[in-house]
C-alpha cells in the first residue's frame, strides 16, 4: 500500500474548519443543546422541561402529556392531553427552547433540546486546531470485516451502561513504517460510519474523551483518512451528550498532532 501524503490545497481545510464553526454555533448545533434525556417506557418528567413523556411499543414513537398551562406546542399547536410524536415533530418549549425526539444508532430514543439562549453557546470563543500538515492525510485502506456483523462494546458519556455497536469496516493505514487498524462503526446516520479514537496527545493537548471522524460508507478500497479533521466529541461542546467513549482497540500509539484540540470558551 503507497503511503505518499496526499496535498490538499490550504483553503479546503480552512472552508472546513469554518464549516464546523457555523455548525456547533448554529440554532441546532452542538453548543445549543441543553438537554438530552433518554426516554423510557415508564412515564417521566425532565427538570426545566414541560410534560411527562415516555417512549411507546411502536418503533420511535413517543407520548408526552401536558395541559395549556404548560405552553408546549407541537409542530406549533398548543397541546391539552396526551399526544404521540414522531421523530420529525417539532417540540416548541418556549420562544428560545425547542426539542425533537432522536434515534441512536441502537434503538434508544432521546429528547434533544436546543436553547438559542445556552450558555456554552454565548461563552463560546473558538474551536483550537493543530496547524493544518498535509501529512496526516494518509492513504489509507476501507477493508470490510469478514464478519459482517463483527461487534463490540463501548460506554458512553452521562451514561455508565454498555452498548452494543456494530463495526462492518475497519480503516487500515501505515505510520512512520508500521500499521494500524481502527475500527468503524455504525452511527446515526445509515451513510456515515465514525471512528473514535485515542493517542499520545489524549489528555494531554486533546480532550480526555479522545477524538471523532467521519467515514464514509463506500465500496472496498483505497481513500483518503484525513486526521486534520478530527473533531472534538459533542460533549465537549455541551455536557449532555451522550458520546460514545472510543473502545481499547482504537488506541493509536503515537501523538496525532492534527485536528481539532479544545473548545475554549470566554469564561
Not at 481545510?13 to 440554532?27: I, L, N
Not at 411499543?57 to 396526551?82: F, M, N
Not at 456494530?166 to 451513510?191: I, M, Q, R
Not at 471512528?195 to 472496498?220: C, Q, W
Request: glycine share 6%; proline share 8%.
Amino acid at each position: 500500500m503507497t503511503m505518499k501524503p496526499i496535498q490538499y490545497p490550504p483553503l479546503t481545510h480552512e472552508a472546513w474548519k469554518q464549516g464546523r464553526q457555523s455548525y456547533v454555533t448554529s440554532p441546532s448545533g452542538n453548543l445549543s443543546v441543553v438537554a438530552m434525556p433518554p426516554l423510557r417506557q415508564q412515564q417521566q418528567t425532565f427538570q426545566g422541561l414541560a410534560g411527562s413523556w415516555s417512549r411507546l411499543d411502536a418503533p420511535d414513537s413517543v407520548s408526552v402529556t401536558a395541559t395549556l398551562a404548560d405552553g408546549l406546542l407541537i409542530d406549533g399547536q398548543p397541546i391539552h392531553g396526551t399526544v404521540t410524536l414522531e421523530p420529525s415533530t417539532v417540540i416548541t418549549f418556549s420562544p428560545t427552547r425547542t426539542g425533537k425526539v432522536v434515534r441512536e444508532v441502537d434503538g434508544t430514543l432521546y429528547l434533544q433540546v436546543w436553547d438559542s439562549d445556552a450558555p456554552n453557546l454565548k461563552a463560546f470563543k473558538e474551536i483550537a486546531t493543530y496547524p493544518y500538515d498535509a501529512a496526516w492525510a494518509v492513504n489509507a485502506e476501507y477493508l470490510l470485516n469478514p464478519d459482517a456483523h463483527r461487534s463490540f462494546e463501548v460506554s458512553r458519556a452521562n451514561d455508565t451502561a454498555l452498548h452494543t455497536r456494530n463495526a462492518p469496516v475497519n480503516v487500515h493505514f501505515k505510520w512512520d513504517g508500521s500499521e494500524y487498524s481502527l475500527a468503524a462503526y455504525t452511527t446515526f446516520a445509515e451513510h456515515m460510519l465514525i471512528v473514535t479514537f485515542t493517542d499520545e496527545t489524549t489528555g494531554r493537548e486533546t480532550s480526555v474523551a479522545g477524538r471523532i471522524m467521519l467515514v464514509p460508507r463506500m465500496p472496498e478500497g483505497a481513500f483518503v483518512f484525513d486526521f486534520n479533521q478530527a473533531m472534538l466529541l459533542p460533549h465537549e461542546f455541551s455536557a449532555v451528550y451522550p458520546c460514545p467513549q472510543p473502545p481499547t482497540g482504537n488506541h493509536l500509539p503515537f501523538a496525532v498532532t492534527a485536528g481539532e484540540k479544545a473548545v475554549l470558551f470566554t469564561c
